[in-house]
């Protein structure tokens, strides 16, 4: 069955880095394009970073960018968020999100990154 398991949040202090993975199966991952959203406590999920799936277009929110760097491995199955100057406003519940068309969209249950001093 479709998985998508995310890992590499904690808690971290103002200023530090962190690095999601999110790892894949039961789906052909090279076709697909991944993302990584995030809910803040009280607000909705909003995207922060897309890659395409041969990671040639990516995108970011304009609050990550410059901090954050979004990339992809197809021979792992694997979407890695590395997240650097982070702030307390980044402080959510992480997802990975795996899309072929509107179609085809899987989730992963998320993980939680806590900035805070």
């Known amino acids: 069955q479709v998985q998508l398991v995310e890992s590499g949040g904690g808690l971290v202090q103002p200023g530090g880095s962190l690095r999601l993975s999110c790892a894949a199966s039961?789906?052909?991952?090279?076709?697909?394009?991944m993302s990584w959203y995030r809910r803040a406590p009280g607000k909705e999920r909003d995207l922060v970073a897309a890659?395409?799936?041969?990671?040639?277009?990516?995108n970011y929110a304009d609050s990550v960018k410059g901090r954050f760097t979004i990339s992809r491995d197809n021979a792992k199955n694997t979407v890695y968020l590395q997240m650097n100057s982070l702030k307390p406003e980044d402080t959510a519940v992480y997802y990975c999100n795996a899309k072929r068309t509107n179609l085809f969209v899987y989730w992963g249950r998320g993980t939680q990154v806590t900035v805070s001093s």
């Open positions: 039961g789906f052909t991952f090279s076709n697909y394009a």
């Open positions: 890659i395409s799936s041969a990671g040639s277009n990516i």
